[in-house]
């Protein structure tokens, strides 16, 4: 997730918003759905986990659907630039948004937005899920997470944690472990996941959340060690390593994850249409073994499931901010 520094500029956002608004938009619902090319607005830059979700699933949508997706990418402010595109839209199907662990975030962070993320959009299905795990500089003289945290009590004050940024995942789930066990150690908040782990490994921060797609290979090739996956289940490309509940910390959990949305007040047969729409994109072999080798869990929920996911994930998030006083500069 990017994170934003400062207040978010409503006028940016509005201009936004109604410079992609599509052509002979109203908000009447079209006889058959879908009547033309649909939009998929990726709100981060081309490349991350959410533009390469977008891109992954969209061909076969588009196969399923019966007119071309575009994926278009309108990075900015946290992700809210591309969410207010999505939230101006007609609620018809045509034009809709991925959004990732921010979708989430934004609301207690950001000021000034011209949309509410609770009620602006009618979300359509969780598609991809990202553990993250706790991995450790490779020398530290530790072989489990009750270790670590025994060896970190014996140095307070003098230990630092890095994040991949102020109020990402990797942030919030290290707010979440210190919060468990009740350590005092300093945040470095990094410019991005891939930013944090060199330093980790060279032992100038003792730990880090990091998603598994970022983290499995180092801790593969003796670069890492990993000492817990901060969500449900284990992840298959590291199978020994424990989920934080295993560990003894079972509120430790939280995980990156993608979804896809449409504005709020498109119609349930058109939002079950989308929705069928993943779930074929899912299980498309090529789709599904792409999926699992960059480390994600494939969901594809459906939208009363994901509605209520959304909801208890924004409440997690807002206690998480308060609680922890997270704000972004």
């Known amino acids: 997730m990017t994170t934003c520094k400062g207040a978010v500029s409503r006028r940016s956002l509005l201009a936004a918003a109604g410079a992609a608004a599509l052509p002979g938009g109203g908000h009447a619902q079209p006889a058959a759905f879908p009547s033309r090319p649909i939009r998929v607005v990726s709100p981060y830059t081309p490349g991350g986990g959410t533009d390469t979700t977008a ?45 990732a662990l921010g979708h989430v975030v934004n609301p207690h962070l950001l000021r000034n937005l ?60 290290s707010v979440l472990f210190l919060r468990e066990t009740g350590l005092d150690l300093a945040h470095v908040p990094y410019r991005g996941g891939s930013a944090v782990l060199p330093d980790l490994i060279a032992g100038n921060v003792v730990f880090a959340f990091a998603t598994v797609n970022s983290a499995s290979q180092l801790v593969r090739d003796g670069r890492l060690q990993a000492l817990a996956v901060a969500s449900d289940t284990r992840v298959s490309s590291l199978p020994d390593v424990p989920t934080m509940a295993t560990a003894g910390y079972p509120a430790v959990l939280v995980d990156e994850w993608n979804g896809l949305y449409a504005p709020a007040g498109t119609p349930a047969p058109v939002l079950a249409r989308l929705h069928a729409a993943v779930r074929q994109a899912l299980e498309t072999p090529a789709v599904r073994d792409r999926f699992a080798q960059i480390g994600a869990v494939t969901r594809g929920t459906p939208p009363g499931e994901f509605t209520r996911y959304v909801a208890a994930q924004r409440e997690m998030v807002g206690r998480l901010v308060r609680d922890a006083n997270i704000t972004v500069e």
């Open 55 to 99: 891109r992954l699933i969209a061909p076969v949508m588009q196969e399923v659907l019966g007119q071309p997706i575009v994926v278009e990418n309108r990075a900015g402010a946290g992700g809210s630039i591309g969410a207010a595109v999505v939230a101006a839209a007609p609620p018809d199907g045509h034009t809709l948004l991925l959004d």
């Open 114 to 173: 011209p949309f509410d993320y609770a009620t602006a959009f009618a979300p359509v299905s969780l598609i991809t899920v990202l553990p993250q795990i706790l991995v450790v500089p490779p020398n530290l003289p530790v072989a489990s997470l009750a270790e670590f945290v025994a060896w970190c009590r014996a140095r307070p004050g003098q230990l630092a944690y890095g994040s991949s940024g102020n109020a990402t995942g990797s942030h919030l789930a």
